[in-house]
């Protein structure tokens, strides 16, 4: 059935290159693109296909010359050299031809909120956002702040951010939910190790087509820019604030001086948060019926701990501890999310393989 399906996509692939080279197509920008696009797209597959063809065609070459004592003995390292290799090919097929979430290549939308642990995890929630400033930093990753409400010490009650690039959403995707940390906290006397908590929600950027909001159900607020001192307020009243009326959701954004800036990233943010109430119940009843091990992304669920005094991280979902706590911090999560990647994936070969 999966040999069907890849040669049909084959010989689409072979199609649609072929119609690049008509004059009709290449006279056609939008459509030009979009056909660059699909085969692009279907690239690593159709080239996974090939290797394994060509691969097997040695495999059944060299059977064909296990009876011929002249060459037996190098047809048999062929055949095993190509059997293994086959294998492999075989297993890449199958992860590739795994249904893709249609919203990794999407930006982000993060949202960093403090829980228990007052100020402490208030600093704690500037650590998390300094961690992803990093690793988004260093993936080519443009970061863009919305709204803080930043305290006295240095930390934030909230934070909400932007991430920009292809495929963020791929790689921030399993970080939605409690994080919780164990440390001697600055304002602690006395060396007792405390535990706070801090919220993180990851929301896939929703396009227009997906979310429509009626103007009518938008009350926009424009006020000035506040923060943490006179150096940081904008003097204009530049600051955005939009009420979803239906909803009762409320957004601000303040980071901009041109106010239809703020505007604009507000949006992004009201459509993301209402795509995300759209298609969060059909998503925990996905993950219910799967049971997944990776977790259902609430943001209600513990699911990982950083533990300063032994100097390790530790993915609860996954059971994977990691004893470079501070290197996590300053953007080294490629481990953590790669392992979270395996395991997602391997759950859903396990689903289709169960079907």
Known sequence: MITEKLKEAEDRYSALEASLADPAVFSDSEKYSSIARELKRMEPVINAYRAYCACMRRVEEARGLLQDPEVSDLARQ????????????????????????PRDGRNVIVEIRACAGGEEAALFAADLYRMYAMYAQTHGFTLTCVDANETDLGGFREIDFLIAGEGAYSRFKFESGVHRVQRVPQTESQGRIQTSTVSVAVLPEAEEVEVHIDPADIRMESCKSSGAGGQHINKTESAVRLTHLPTGIVIECQQERSQFKNRDTAMKMLRAKLFDM?????????AADRKNQVGTGDRSERIRTYNFPQGRVTDHRIGLTLYSLEDFLDGDMDPMINALTTAHTAQLLKGEAGN
């Open 78 to 101: 062929e055949l095993d050299a190509g059997t293994e290799e086959a294998a492999r090919l075989k297993e890449e097929l199958q992860i590739l031809m795994l249904p893709r979430d």
């Open 278 to 286: 759209k298609s969060g119940e059909q998503n925990r009843r996905i």
